[in-house]
Nanobody
Framework: VQLQASGGGSVQAGGSLRLSCAASGRTFSSYAMAWFRQAPGKEREFVAR????????YYAGSVKGRFTISRDNAESMVYLQMNSLKPEDKGVYYCAATMGSGSYYYTGEYDFWGQGTLVTVSS
């Protein structure tokens, strides 16, 4: 599957952004999907994951209650709604896909990655 992330931009603290990830292929619903982010000089970190059906979601503690992951299997899309953004949320956001069901927060669990979209949050 090929992934294309979009929707990044520059916002002030407290603002909102909605990231989108478009997937190619006809087996999108076979993949659990996730968002990761990477700040300059830091390792890539888990943000959120959604199950194949969209029923189950998981979030990093730092974004829980502010971010919402969702998916549209008919359109092969996954979204990340980000509210109440903080300067520490800045970074390149990547969408990722896996057919596995292992450790959802581990980058090595994911087989496919999008190219990333940049989010900048000013204080």
């Amino acid at each position: 599957v090929q992934l294309q992330a979009s929707g990044g931009g520059s916002v002030q603290a407290g603002g909102s952004l909605r990231l989108s990830c478009a997937a190619s292929g006809r087996t999108f619903s076979s993949y659990a999907m996730a968002w990761f982010r990477q700040a300059p000089g830091k390792e890539r970190e888990f943000v959120a994951r959604i199950s194949r059906s969209g029923v189950s979601t998981y979030y990093a503690g730092s974004v829980k209650g502010r971010f919402t992951i969702s998916r549209d299997n008919a359109e092969s899309m996954v979204y990340l709604q980000m509210n109440s953004l903080k300067p520490e949320d800045k970074g390149v956001y990547y969408c990722a896909a896996t057919m596995g069901s292992g450790s959802y927060y581990y980058t090595g669990e994911y087989d496919f990655w999008g190219q990333g979209t940049l989010v900048t949050v000013s204080s």
